[in-house]
Nanobody, 122 residues
Framework: QVQLVESGGGLVQAGGSLRLSCAAS????????MSWFRQAPGKERTFVAT????????YYTDSVKGRFTISRDNAKNTVLLQMNTLKPEDTAGYYC???????????????WGQGTQVTVSS
């Protein structure tokens, strides 16, 4: 069992930055692909970024490439999402997820966090 707790969301102006953090419990953290998804009101939850168990491999959805950076620290059981040059369309609830495979599809996710809200004002 893995429990995930996100933090770091908030209100920011367009062009600003936020850093989301996800703290994970459990001794098997490094065996999971870790991902961030987001969900805007009335829309489906969509993939944002993923990092492999070792941290060597990352993948991003096209809309955040060059602006967001995902990283993990297996010694501290944490995953970070650094978000720069934020846009109003980045406004959503952001969810940390632990999964298998590429971690890019909800079907691959085994554990979800409760989410943290990010609001970007224009």
């Amino acid at each position: 069992q893995v429990q995930l707790v996100e933090s770091g969301g908030g209100l920011v102006q367009a062009g600003g930055s936020l850093r989301l953090s996800c703290a994970a419990s459990g001794r098997t953290f490094s065996t999971y692909t870790m991902s961030w998804f987001r969900q805007a009101p009335g829309k489906e939850r969509t993939f944002v970024a993923t990092v492999s168990g070792s941290g060597d491999s990352t993948y991003y959805t096209d809309s955040v490439k060059g602006r967001f950076t995902i990283s993990r620290d297996n010694a501290k059981n944490t995953v970070l999402l650094q978000m720069n040059t934020l846009k109003p369309e980045d406004t959503a609830g952001y969810y940390c997820a632990a999964g298998v495979g590429s971690g890019r599809f909800p079907s691959q996710i085994r554990f979800w966090g409760q989410g943290t809200q990010v609001t970007v004002s224009s």
